[in-house]
């Protein structure tokens, strides 16, 4: 295979792996995404959130990475929390489950960078993980570095009365 070829093919292919994992998570029901799991549970290393901070310093560039949570028709944008609705806890409630989904967003082609190996040399298949993982560690950061604020918050306003 030519090496233009090859390499069409690898950007091709991820952009079909970031593209189709957002496609993939948002056609999930909420609801999966409505409590904790193992996947998104806060470790005890993570400090609830404040290693990021930390150590990562990632209030100073998380506002440079793009967010796309609203990018599919009745996505979530999750730049801000609007005015005024900390008090709404309904809405933090679904602002945590999208932490979430887009947490599995950007896991998915942290595992799909394994089908590398299945059509390239290893020595260009092993690079996949390494940018994989560069490109999309960052967001979960992110995200698991917001989500135990937002749970924080959440747990300031006691549950609605059952009717």
Do not use: C
Request: glycine share 8%; hydrophobic share 45%; aromatic share 14%.
């Amino acid at each position: 295979m030519s090496p233009w070829l090859r390499v069409l093919l690898i950007a091709g292919t991820w952009v079909l792996f970031h593209i189709g994992s957002g496609f993939v998570t948002h056609h999930m029901p909420t609801r999966l995404f409505d409590r904790q799991s193992w996947l998104f549970r806060t470790r005890g290393f993570e400090a609830e959130g404040r290693l990021y901070r930390r150590i990562l310093r990632i209030h100073r560039w998380k506002d440079l990475l793009p967010e796309a949570g609203a990018a599919f028709a009745g996505g979530f944008a999750k730049r801000s929390l609007p005015a005024g609705i900390r008090a709404d806890r309904d809405h933090l409630q679904r602002f945590i489950a999208e932490t979430r989904r887009a947490e599995l967003t950007h896991w998915l082609p942290i595992l799909l960078s394994a089908t590398f190996f299945v059509w390239n040399p290893p020595g260009i298949a092993g690079w996949m993980p390494v940018y994989a993982a560069a490109t999309n560690f960052p967001f979960i950061f992110v995200q698991r570095a917001n989500r135990p604020r937002l749970q924080r918050l959440a747990g300031q306003f006691p549950r609605a009365a059952s009717s």
